[in-house]
């Protein structure tokens, strides 16, 4: 066997260093992904965003439903 050409103290602050920085960025995905799944998930923007769509829908949904349980009950 040979004698490493990098002396092991050398190696090991390389490998701080990576973890430094690999510590550093896995908490910053943390950070953005969870602001991202925050404002994806915000209710009153939401609501608001697809308000218009969402209560088209229920009207069309509670129409069709009225006449259809209309139909139902007032059979000649």
């Given amino acids: ?3 490493p050409a990098v002396p092991a103290e050398i190696l090991e ?6 973890r430094r920085t690999l510590h550093n960025d896995v908490q ?3 950070s ?3 602001a991202e799944v925050r404002e994806r998930l915000d209710v009153k923007r ?15 949904v ?14 000649d």
Avoid at 46 to 60: D, E, K, M
Avoid at 62 to 75: M, P
């Fill in 1 to 3: 066997m040979t004698q």
């Fill in 13 to 18: 602050k390389r490998a701080a260093e990576q």
């Fill in 28 to 30: 910053q995905l943390r």
């Fill in 32 to 34: 953005v992904v969870k």
């Fill in 46 to 60: 939401n609501v608001r965003r697809y308000f218009a769509p969402i209560a088209g829908a229920t009207a069309l």
């Fill in 62 to 75: 509670a129409l069709s439903l009225g006449y259809g349980l209309t139909g139902i009950f007032t059979r």
